[in-house]
């Protein structure tokens, strides 16, 4: 019993001296401020620089056409590897670009990019085909939808770089 009337008297203490004039110096509060106006700085610069959502999607353009070549030359584990950089850059346009309505629309290619990710494990190049198509008849969707239709994707003629072996390495 003393000792729950002595956690309570030193609970009390405790209180009173926190309530009675002990609260944050000026010196505290300029710190503060301070942090908070390098905080909005540094928000304004990352605006400055962060992607616009035309440079994620040239950047998501480039790994179709790479993915494309991946699978159609049977090097699935690049393909599998395009798959995920696709998908980290929907993320990005999703994390970024919160305010643009095109972003709503973006995870129609997830169905997809999915139905790809199951025939690259499958290793069946009929299917990755088939899921490619349904890929580009999704981005030329969105497109529609957002009212850029005039932004037509095809399926890949010519390699996106000439820098690259697409053919599966041993």
Do not use: Y
């Not at 999607?57 to 991946?70: D, G, N, P």
């Not at 699935?76 to 999703?94: Q, S, T």
Request: net charge negative.
């Amino acid at each position: 019993m003393k000792s729950r009337q002595f956690f309570c008297f030193f609970i009390a203490v405790l209180a009173g001296s926190f309530f009675c004039g002990c609260g944050p110096d000026a010196s505290i509060l300029q710190k503060l401020a301070a942090q908070q106006s390098q905080i909005d700085s540094l928000r304004q610069k990352l605006d400055q620089i962060k992607p616009g959502l035309g440079e994620i999607m040239a950047v998501i353009q480039t790994h179709h056409a790479k993915l494309w070549f991946a699978g159609i030359n049977e090097n699935w584990k690049l393909a599998d590897f395009e798959v995920k950089e696709i998908k980290e850059m929907v993320d990005m346009a999703e994390n970024i670009e919160t305010g643009r309505p095109e972003t709503k629309f973006i995870s129609m290619i997830n169905p997809p990019l999915d139905t790809i990710a199951s025939a690259i494990q499958k290793n069946n190049t009929v299917e990755f085909k088939h899921g490619f198509s349904l890929l580009t008849a999704a981005c030329n969707n969105c497109h529609k939808d957002n009212n850029f239709e005039f932004n037509v994707i095809t399926i890949p003629v010519n390699q996106p770089v000439t820098n690259q072996d697409f053919r599966s390495q041993p």
